[in-house]
């Protein structure tokens, strides 16, 4: 069975600082791969997603993140946060299976507290 | 906002009792799919309707069921609940069963049984 782990559990940082939250996967087979997005009080919305092609993939709000097949992982990543991206962020799997893709395994989320 | 209403909001219930959460899907969205998110974790994959039919299950027992209306909106019944049944309930809609369309998510519907 597939399985996601979000390493870090809370993280904190200075306005500025650079990002980069964890996430590993346990699948052998192909997956499409999700960073979404939770803000306080709001909705899940995705942030970015990867099925195929240039394991570099950009974001909105300057997210990016990347695929590397070798290390199941797919990191978020970006260069100077703001205050405003205080959050909590969740990766998320979904195998591409041949009855549909319509089994999606989050991890259980990082909180991610910019301090201003 | 995306278009995707839940109701209730919250809702407390007594273990052995029965729930019905309700989702509306976002215009022109054909499939919904439920989730549980325990506190601290991150949502838990329940099943998915698409064309009033299910079209896969996550690893929940069958006193979890549903319905998908003709109108696409949708509802999540709970039998027998369990205290571990206390989570945040999210419905999602999508066009298609694909994953290349991206899923809108609901507020949620904060169950808590006692």
């Known amino acids: 069975a597939q399985s996601v782990s979000q390493h870090n559990h809370h993280v904190i940082l200075s306005e500025a600082a650079s990002l980069e939250l964890g996430c590993n996967y346990s699948?052998?087979?192909?997956?499409?791969l999700f960073w979404y997005v939770q803000y306080p009080g709001q909705h899940l919305q995705l942030l970015l997603k990867?099925?195929?092609?240039?394991?570099l993939v950009k974001g909105i709000k300057g997210f990016e993140a990347e695929f590397i097949k070798s290390k199941f992982s797919f990191n978020l990543r970006k260069p100077s946060v703001q205050w405003s991206d205080t959050a909590e962020y969740f990766c998320?799997?979904?195998?591409?299976?041949?009855?549909?893709?319509?089994?999606?395994?989050f991890g259980a989320g990082t909180r991610l507290t910019v301090k201003p | 906002e995306t278009g995707v209403t839940q109701s209730p909001t919250h809702l407390i219930k007594t273990r052995g009792q029965q729930v019905t959460l309700r989702c509306s899907s976002q215009?022109?969205?054909?499939?919904v799919s439920w989730y549980q998110q325990a506190l601290g974790q991150g949502p838990q994959f329940i099943f998915q309707?698409?064309?009033?039919?299910?079209?896969g299950r996550g690893n929940f027992p069958p006193r979890f069921s549903g319905l998908q209306f003709p109108n696409y909106s949708s509802e999540l019944n709970v039998n027998a609940l369990e205290l571990d049944d206390s989570a945040l309930y999210l419905c999602?809609?999508?066009?298609?069963?694909?994953?290349?369309?991206?899923?809108?998510f609901g507020p949620g519907t904060r169950l808590t049984v006692l």
């Open positions: 999602a809609s999508r066009s298609g069963t694909s994953a290349y369309n991206e899923q809108f």
């Open positions: 990867y099925f195929s092609g240039d394991p």
């Open positions: 699948y052998g087979g192909t997956v499409n």
């Open positions: 309707y698409y064309r009033e039919e299910e079209n």
């Open positions: 215009s022109g969205h054909n499939t």
């Open positions: 998320a799997v979904n195998a591409c299976l041949a009855r549909g893709n319509n089994d999606m395994r």
